[in-house]
């Protein structure tokens, strides 16, 4: 069988991470560019993470207020970009499964960061990469004389 192309490029992705092909050292561009990558992803995973967390919230305050308002009243929704007009009862069955879907998602994203952040550390780790900041607090703890290991420092 053949890979579809969405394996084939996670596996290439992969590959780059790992220092491109086999027994191919990666070279301090490429480690900082990895590594910054790395970073990137990180970050785009937490900015969604705060975006539906916001979403999950206003999605909690709306469904407080519906439930104590009678069930044959009109209310209004925005569907698709289309303001429709229904009963709290339609609506409010909606909105709940709607909120338990994001607190899902929040869920997985949470996991996903998790995994993201190890693999950030575990990279940080084999390639000696240290930030600017790191550099005075590690002249306190000397390195063994016989560390042969070079770092990458990235700003």
């Given at each position: 069988m053949?890979?579809?192309?969405?394996?084939?490029?996670?596996?290439?992705?992969?590959?780059?991470?790992?220092?491109?092909k086999?027994?191919?050292?990666?070279?301090q561009?490429k480690?900082v560019s990895?590594?910054?990558k790395l970073?990137?992803?990180?970050?785009a995973?937490?900015?969604?993470?705060t975006?539906?967390?916001?979403?999950?919230?206003?999605?909690?305050?709306?469904v407080?207020?519906l439930?104590g308002v009678?069930?044959?009243?009109?209310?209004f929704?925005?569907?698709g970009g289309v303001?429709v007009?229904?009963?709290?009862?339609e609506?409010?069955?909606?909105?709940?499964?709607?909120n338990?879907?994001?607190?899902?998602?929040?869920?997985?994203?949470h996991?996903?960061l998790e995994?993201?952040?190890r693999e950030l550390s575990?990279f940080?780790?084999k390639?000696g990469?240290r930030?600017?900041?790191?550099?005075e607090?590690?002249?306190?703890?000397k390195p063994?004389?016989?560390?042969?290991?070079?770092?990458?420092?990235?700003?």
């Amino acid at each position: 069988m053949r890979n579809s192309p969405p394996k084939m490029a996670e596996k290439e992705e992969k590959e780059k991470a790992k220092g491109g092909k086999k027994g191919e050292p990666m070279t301090q561009e490429k480690i900082v560019s990895t590594f910054q990558k790395l970073r990137q992803e990180q970050r785009a995973i937490v900015g969604k993470i705060t975006e539906l967390e916001g979403e999950h919230n206003e999605y909690k305050l709306v469904v407080d207020v519906l439930k104590g308002v009678e069930g044959e009243r009109r209310c209004f929704r925005l569907v698709g970009g289309v303001l429709v007009e229904r009963t709290v009862k339609e609506v409010l069955p909606a909105l709940q499964y709607n909120n338990e879907q994001i607190s899902i998602i929040v869920t997985k994203l949470h996991e996903q960061l998790e995994v993201k952040g190890r693999e950030l550390s575990e990279f940080k780790e084999k390639y000696g990469i240290r930030f600017q900041g790191e550099e005075e607090r590690d002249k306190d703890s000397k390195p063994s004389p016989d560390s042969k290991a070079q770092g990458v420092l990235v700003s």
